[in-house]
Every structure is written in structure tokens, then in C-alpha cells.
């Protein structure tokens, strides 16, 4: 079945849908009472019995959807994916880039996987300061310094040989053929390109790839990228030691080096991806299951949601009532994560104190239900809107599910792609806290919990999750966005929970608080005028900004469908086997 443009309010379709979507979709449910329209449009969302994927780019979601077809299961058809956005999607399908999953086995035994990037040893918590002690403009995002090693590469191996079905080769091939034989540009990536101009052209190799004649490529333009074909074929022939290890090891490191970065081979060769406890968030009938540290996934929703329970019950749904609670929540839950939160291996992080029951039942009851309460702390720079990171959906009939974020961090991570390897790199070392009181891409002023140590994670906000009620899989969702996934995450997940279609859930307009700066983020053109009033009568501070987030996800429901959502804010597609 091919994807299906749908109206996201009423689930009647411009373009005709066939009966089941239209029963499926709904009719928008409590989304009214909530303000405001789908500000980017519609979901486009697509409806089968036999399995789905969901990602940032079309010919990546067929990936996955061929290699169920041919007999994977979801964690097979989540690698082939990412890999294959790797090459389709490189503002922030990566290699050399990081991320967290969340699989769950048909069994319902559900794990998670880090594969995060670690600082280099030769990284040290002044690497970004000049003589005068303040950070070096852009030193953390747009330079050889900023690069983190790498984790995806034996992120994917290591999911796959646990839990994969079929040949790694086979897994790998479809993101080997798109690199050979190429693929049309689409009108989001040529605008992406042409929005990170100053940062991509000053690397010669990015700009003879992706600026020929000096011009962004155009959309429709068929992009070969041959060396990337074989850096892949590499990988499916030898597997992720082919990466991490040898030549191609040695040449990303001798361009990091030569570029005034510190990433070595040893770093390279050392990075090992790390099987993690998920964290399991109990909200009513519901279990959120998400990522733990280094991720601040886990902290942030489970205080929400307990905060919430405290607040206004066990609702379901978010109307414009419930706004305010939800955006008083989030105030105080980023207040902990920033004040709290790092590297759990690496620094002593109170995650004991910060979530027992008591203190999050606290926080709960002290939210005015009539009233903002104004952050202590204002006034960092704002969260930039071209920053990408890239999240996909995979699911089973049988319940299998995997969910997936990766990201290069900012958009084409530092813009480096390292010659004769066609492999862009990261700059996540941005997300260690830098320098004391100094924001990130995202406007987060962190602590020293998490500044700069060898071997360290940076913090992160990826929040892939698998929601289940009553032990059966129901959601599974992620997004990118910075410091807003979690709270774009806990928006589609309490709409979609609450009555609403997957589809409406997710093109509904989104708002986002995260204690500093104290102003609450809202879509232009999302959120209706009696959402913004009641705001503002509490004492909100409104401020529009662009898209927030771009979630793919994939609903479970009771007749045995799954239901595939990709976000209007971007050109993501479901695919089915
Ligand atoms: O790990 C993090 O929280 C960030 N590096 C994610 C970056 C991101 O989401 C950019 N996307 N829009």
C-alpha cells in the first residue's frame, strides 16, 4: 500500500482514502479543544497488517519495509534503515554519529541499547575555552575539536547480532545500493543544504559533493556518493570492524587530526556501545519504556507524568487546561536535569533523590494551577530551529518493535565529510556542558555533571520510546529536536493515548517549556488564540519559533493494524512490507 495523505482533524483524505485509514484515523478526538490547527498540514500515515516503518526520508522507510519483506524482523529493518538514512538523509543519517534504541521482542522483553558518543581521551573539560578563558566561538560545533567517537556503526552491529534474524550483509546492502546507484534529492534536503551553506562549504570534500558549480544540489539532482558505496560495502563484507579499525579507521582520524581534532584511533578501535535497563514509567494503565542516562529521557518524562498524575489525575488527552500543567511540569523537570544530570558512569548523578515518589509528588503540588511560576534562572540564548536529528519507527505484527534516534547533533553534524570515506562527521561534543553558564545548540545552561572527561557521555535529550498498555504494545515514537523531544514526545504520546488519532497526534501544534529560558516555545501558526490567552492570563511569556520536532511513529491497535504516522514538518513516509 503506498502511503496516504490524510487530513490530520477530520481523517478525511484530499486524495481519497481507502476505507480502513478512515476508520483508523478518527476524528481528531480532543485536538479542538486544544486551540489551534495542524500548523504544517497533515500527517501522511499508511495502514497494514504485515509490519511498518517510519522514518525521515522515503527511500530509507522502503529499506526497512524490503528488508521485512524478506523475512527480517524489526531490529533487522530498524538497521537497514538507519544505515540507509546514512546516505539519503545526511543531515543527520549517519556513521560517524551516535544514539539510543528501544527494542522490544515479541516476547515483550523490551531492552535498550546506547550507542551514544564518548568525549576522546585527549578531550578535557577546557577544550573549547581560549587564553581568556571564555569558549572560542563555534569551537564546539563547527570544528575538528568538536567531533565525538563515534558509536553507530558498532551500535547497529551489536543490536544486530543479539537480536537480528538475518545476514548482516543483506541488512547493510540496501544503503550500500543507494549510495551506488544514487538517489533524487529532495526539496527538504536542498534547503537544508542551502540553510547550512557557511558551515558545510568550508570543507573542500563536502563542498565538491554537495555544492557542485558552488550551488546547494537542486532538488530532483541524483546524488552518487561512491565513496560512501564503498566505505559500506566494507562494512557489509567485514562487518563494523571495517569502521572502527584499519584504513578506514585510520584515515577519518588522520582528517580529524590534520583539522586540529584530538580523536584518535585508539578511540575508535575502544568504543564499545553499552546494553542499558530501560527506564519503565508507569502512567495509569500505561508503561512508558524509555531511554536512562546519558539520555535525560527517562528523568524528564518520569517526573512529568508523575507530576501530571499529581496535577490533574490520570487524564488522558491535553487540552488547553491541561497546557498549563504540562508546561509548569516541564519547567521543573529540566530545572533538575540541567542542575542534576551527566554521565551516570562517569559523575556521581542523585537520580535516587531527584525522582523518589515523594519529591516528584512535591513538584506536583506545587504548580498554581492559576499561575506561572516564574523560573529563577532567565535569559539564556534561544534553542536555534535548523538543528537535526532523525528518528525512525519500526514494527511487527508478531510485537516486535524497535525505536530509534541517531543523530550527528546539529544539522550534517560539523560538515566535515572526510574524503575518500564519503562519511560526514559529528559535533556532539556540544553537548557537554562547555564552559559554566554558557548554553548549547539548544539553549541548555547545564552543569559540571556534565563537562568534558575522557571516555564521558554528553548528556543527551534523544527519547526514543515503546509505549505499552497492559503488556501490549501500543505506541512507539521518538523525535528529533534537541531539548524539545521530550516534551514533543510527552505531547503525541498523551494525545494519542487520550483519544486522538496517531495522525492528528502527531501534526498537532506543540508547545515546549524547559525552565530556562522562562518562556513557553510555541509553533508559529500552531496553537489557537484561546490556548495563547489562557497562557498568558497564568503569566506565560509566549514566544514563537519555527517547527518543533518531526515524530514518526506507529500505533498498535486493537484489530491488528498498525498504523504509521510520518510528521508534516518534514518529508519522512511510512512504508509497509
Ligand atoms: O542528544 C541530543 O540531545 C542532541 N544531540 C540531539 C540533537 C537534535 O535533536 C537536533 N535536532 N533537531
Known sequence: MQPTSSSSRSGRSRLGLVPVLVALLGDGGGLAAAGGDAPYGDSRVLSSRRGMVVSAAPEASKAGAEILAAGGNAIDAAVATAFALAVVYPQAGNLAGGGFLVARSPDGTVRALDFRETAPARAGRDMFL???GRPVPKASTNTALAVATPGSVRGYAEAHRRLGRLPWEKVVAPAERLAREGFRVSVGLSRDLAESRELLTRWEETRRLLFPRGEPLAGGALLRQPELASTLARIAREGPEAFHRGDVAARLVAFVQSHGGVLSQEDLAGYAPVWRVPEEIRYGRLVVHAMPLPSSAGQILRSVLAQLEVARGLARGLDADSYHLLLEAERRAYADRNRWLGDGDCSVVPLGEILAPARLAALGASIDPARA??????????????EETTHLSVATPDGGAVSLTTTLNGSFGNGAIVPGLGVLLNNEMDDFAIAPGVANLYGLVQ??????????????????????????PLLILGSPGGSTIPTTVLQVLLRATGGESLASAVAAPRLHHQHTPDVVFVEKG????????????????????GPIGKVHAIAF????????????RGEGAPAAP
Open 557 to 568: 491497535d486493537r484489530d491488528g493494524h498498525l498504523t504509521g504516522a510520518a510528521d508534516p
Open 130 to 132: 581560549g587564553h581568556d
Open 373 to 386: 511560576t516564574p523560573s529563577t534562572s532567565v535569559g539564556a540564548s534561544l534553542p536555534r530551529e535548523s
Open 447 to 472: 552543569a559540571s555533571v556534565n563537562e568534558v572527561r575522557p571516555g564521558a557521555r554528553p548528556l543527551s535529550s534523544m527519547s526514543p520510546v515503546i509505549v505499552e498498555e497492559e503488556g501490549r
Open 526 to 545: 500552531g496553537a489557537g488564540e484561546a490556548l495563547r490567552e489562557s497562557l498568558r492570563a497564568r503569566g506565560h511569556v509566549l514566544m514563537e519559533r
